[in-house]
């Protein structure tokens, strides 16, 4: 093997009283993918600000092309050719595409070249081919959650890199921009660049990366070629344990009885724009999954049942009530709540107690005379803690002190406060660790047993397969039809998905049958 | 003050039981910083006043405390508006207009119109309702920001009230002693003005209130995320204009309470009093970026404040030289809760 274009030695990093990083040593060979994984607070994320120079180590030392470098500051580290592009998408949303571009590579204090600027930036979109789909000049803010991740993207490949650092890039992206970052990838090899990729998505690991290095709680457990690690072995030594069945039983078709009882009705919804003519029921005690591409209005079609956003026509039945909802509060009142596809934006009070981010839906129901008792405030809450299996310390810290996957729990632990009857999961398990991903799957299973009715919207193909017992797919704003037993394979669904122009005659059903 | 110690032990037993594990950066502070921030004004202040009871023969004194406690019980009332303007992540730089306006309002009815004092009273909490509604409408439903609309508001406040008293400050030596014991009465024998009191009880009330009302910890959950607020049923837009609302009404009371303590109401009375509230709810340890604060520290910060007015006075201290000492208390506060927030990281 060539010489490591990067290299970590035995570093330490303390936060407080936790070791997140004890001891780690790994590096990357010049024109190679290096992925690193393992769950959620096994380290990934403050190794990878050590290298971007975020963070700087207690002890141990980073090596560039076999000299130690300091790196004090994000500055250093890409002056000397160290880019990362963050999991969190980091860009200035009032200003145009090219400036955020260019905002890392620009240290003159002159003028901005804006007719430079835009044609460079034209050129990197291009690589990427989304150039006519973004323009440079465009605001960020108008742009699509996927292609500010492609901005964010571009933005660090407009330096010249040694090593690239890629944090969750596709957790954001659509199929096919995920498919030419894989390409783009594969062109930065060429060039010799060193690439350090982090994902929770194990297939993406076994297509693109070369070497694969595992962590656990801090500690390296093993740095492998991919090749000579199986799927099973990986996951086990992330985890830690024999993890086999990520995804519980189905609802067996007996249990549903000979007439499965209908909880859910919802009946030609639109919301010009959005969405049109959407009608499906859900059955009381099933799963049923909504597929389809970013964009086909799935989020869309949950908001406006919930009241979230304001409904053109159409209407929804509960139980045979037709549900009269005008704000969310009043769909949260019947036991319609939904869980939001963007947990830190709309969903964590970061800055509040754990207990008062559960709390929060229904606070009279821990109140008396307008006043909220604070055991009854936290004892909801560790009974959540408890029911959920969320790692914590106390109910009184802070939401921000906990991993992505504790993060998510604490918001299904919200929704579940309020008892609901239908609860409506979007993308519930996005950047959350496989041992959590499993956990929730569970327990949708079990809400469900319950009696609860579950829609899950996700854009991952093999949870929805895998833990669904129908599947509806919508395709650009409506529902083109809903799959059940048999049917619920990833062909189905992706022809469903991608080629219902083709039988405009299914649109619309599946509106029990 | 009982309650002080309560939450800063509450907090401390926090940061003890964190046992070492999942923890990420951060996490150590949880839940105790608004009683960090509270403890370390208190200690200040006692520290301030052990000097000062060194310094000046003066300070230890019943009348000094009186002196002291009587500037800033009026002003109080408007801190505790402002910070919960603050926690619900806006501001409100209205706040001092209202106090003049509704000063003059009140004041004109009695004397030009010689409508009954208590009625007119009424009169001016209405009118302080009435532009916390503008103040609200404009916020929520033209979704123009909390620093513009107030800032415009303000302006207007000032002019109508420059207007209505053509400049010139309302001799309202002729009001009722009923009324006046408000502003200048003491409590039948004990030398404790009525007004400390009054400042008292509403400040309990609403430092009780904004730990367990569910109706104000609404507001900090808006302050603290204005979507995930929305997205957990709440109606963010009924919050904020009630916040404004409210701000409104004690404004409106503060500046009731003015005039029957000066005897007179002028356009100019409350001209600093919006920074000061700033400055005192911020040295309390709420954030201009919403849903941090608490009515306590907000308190501390302004009876801080007065300490530090009162103790410069009493070293023969300019008072040219207050404004500069005040905003260095400010800076330093926010810089070290700062500072102690990043090394933790």
């Not at chain 1, 690991?205 to 990986?234: F, H, K, M, N």
């Not at chain 1, 998905?497 to 649109?507: G, H, T, Y």
């Not at chain 2, 920074?275 to 306590?296: H, K, P, Q, R």
């Not at chain 2, 907000?298 to 530090?308: E, Q, R």
Request: aromatic letters at 6%; hydrophobic letters at 45%.
């Amino acid at each position: 093997m060539a010489q490591a274009i990067l290299e970590v030695r035995d570093v330490r990093k303390l936060f407080f009283a936790t070791q997140a990083l004890d001891g780690v040593s790994m590096s990357v060979a010049p024109g190679t993918v290096h992925a690193v994984v393992g769950e959620n607070g096994a380290g990934k994320s403050t190794l990878m600000n050590l290298i971007g120079g975020v963070y700087q180590p207690d002890a141990g030392e980073i090596l560039l092309e076999g000299r130690k470098v300091q790196l004090r500051s994000p500055n250093d580290a890409l002056r000397l050719g160290i880019g990362f592009v963050h999991q969190e998408i980091a860009l200035c949303q009032h200003i145009s595409v090219a400036e955020n571009v260019f905002m890392a590579a620009n240290h003159g204090v002159g003028l901005v070249n804006f007719t430079r600027i835009f044609s460079r930036t034209a050129e990197l979109l291009g690589d990427f081919e989304a150039h006519g789909r973004i323009d440079p000049r465009q605001k960020v803010r108008e742009l699509s959650i996927s292609q500010q991740q492609v901005v964010e993207i571009v933005k660090a490949l407009s330096v010249n890199c040694k090593v690239m650092i890629f944090d969750e890039p596709t957790a954001a992206l659509t199929e096919s921009e995920t498919e030419i970052l894989f390409r783009i990838i594969g062109t930065l090899k060429g060039k010799g660049i060193g690439i350090l990729y982090i994902s929770h998505r194990l297939a993406e690991i076994y297509r693109i990366a070369d070497e694969v290095t595992i962590l656990r709680d801090g500690r390296l457990i093993q740095t492998a070629p991919v090749s000579e690690l199986g799927q099973v072995e990986l996951v086990n030594k992330m985890v830690g344990r024999d993890l086999r069945d990520i995804y519980p039983a189905k609802a067996p078709p007996s249990a549903a009885g000979a007439a499965p009882r209908s909880l859910l009705e919802v009946k030609a919804l639109s919301r010009p724009g959005e969405f049109e003519d959407v009608a499906f029921t859900l059955r009381e005690g099933e799963i049923l999954g909504f597929a389809g591409l970013v964009g086909s209005g799935r989020t869309e079609v949950a908001r406006a049942i919930c009241g979230l956003t304001r409904k053109a026509g159409g209407s929804v039945v509960l139980r045979g009530e037709e549900l009269d909802i005008r704000e969310y509060k009043d769909a949260i009142a019947k036991g319609v709540v939904y869980l939001t596809e963007n947990r830190a934006l709309e969903g964590l009070f970061l800055e509040l107690s754990i207990a008062k981010n559960i709390s929060v839906m229904d606070l009279d129901r821990v109140s008396s005379l307008g006043l909220i008792g604070r055991k009854a405030e936290s004892s909801l809450a560790e009974r959540f803690v408890e029911k959920m299996k969320i790692r914590l310390a106390s109910v009184g810290q802070k939401a921000n002190s906990l991993s992505g996957g504790n993060q998510q729990k604490v918001l299904i632990s919200k929704l579940l406060s309020v008892s609901p009857k239908v609860i409506i999961m979007d993308e519930p398990t996005r950047g959350i660790d496989i041992g959590s991903k499993a956990q929730i799957y569970y327990l949708l299973r079990s809400l469900a047993s319950e009696g609860i009715g579950v829609i899950m919207i996700s854009s991952e193909l093999p949870e929805i397969i895998g833990v669904c017992d129908r599947v509806a797919v919508m395709y650009e704003g409506r529902v083109c039809g809903i799959l059940e037993g048999e049917d619920v394979n990833e062909r189905s669904i992706i022809r469903m998905a991608c080629l219902s122009e083709e039988k405009p005659e299914n649109q619309g059903t599946g509106a029990s049958k | 003050m009982n309650k002080s110690s309560d939450t800063s032990a509450d907090a401390g037993s926090t940061i003890g039981r964190e046992k070492p594990g999942r923890a990420k950066p951060g996490a150590s502070l949880g839940a105790g910083r608004g009683g960090f921030r509270e403890g370390t004004t208190i200690l200040v202040i006692l520290g301030l006043g052990v000097i000062m009871s060194f310094l000046s023969p003066y300070f230890l004194t019943v009348e000094n405390f009186r002196t002291m406690f009587m500037s800033f019980a009026i002003n109080g009332m408007v801190v505790i508006a402002m910070t919960l303007a603050l926690i619900s992540g806006g501001i409100d730089l209205s706040v001092g207009a209202v106090m003049a306006l509704v000063g003059i309002v009140v004041g004109t009815l009695f004397l030009n119109l010689h409508m009954n004092i208590w009625l007119a009273a009424c009169i001016g909490i209405v009118l302080g309702l009435a532009i916390g509604a503008i103040n609200g409408f404009f916020i929520t439903r033209i979704g123009l920001s909390p620093f513009i609309t107030t800032l415009g508001i303000m302006q207007v406040g000032y002019g109508v009230a420059s207007v209505v008293s053509q400049g010139m400050p309302l001799p309202l030596q002729s009001l009722p002693a009923e009324f006046k014991f408000l502003g200048r009465g003491m409590i039948g024998g004990t030398g404790m003005p009525f007004v400390i009191l009054l400042f008292l009880v509403v400040a309990f009330a609403f430092d009780f209130l904004s730990r367990r009302s569910s109706i104000i910890r609404k507001i900090y959950y808006v302050g603290s995320n204005e979507k995930a607020a929305r997205f957990s049923g709440i109606n963010v837009n009924r919050v904020r204009m009630g916040v404004y609302m409210l701000v409104g009404v004690l404004s409106a009371f503060a500046g009731i309470l003015s005039i029957a303590r000066f005897n007179s109401a002028t356009n100019t009375l409350a001209t600093t009093v919006n920074m000061d509230a700033i400055s005192a709810a911020v040295i309390g340890g709420a954030s201009l970026n919403g849903g941090e604060g608490t009515i306590f520290g907000a308190v501390l910060g302004i009876a801080l404040l007065a300490l530090i007015q009162t103790s410069l006075n009493l070293l023969d201290v300019g008072p040219y030289w207050q404004s500069l000492v005040t905003g260095l208390v400010l800076l330093t506060a926010v810089s070290l809760d700062f500072l102690s927030h990043r090394k933790s990281k």
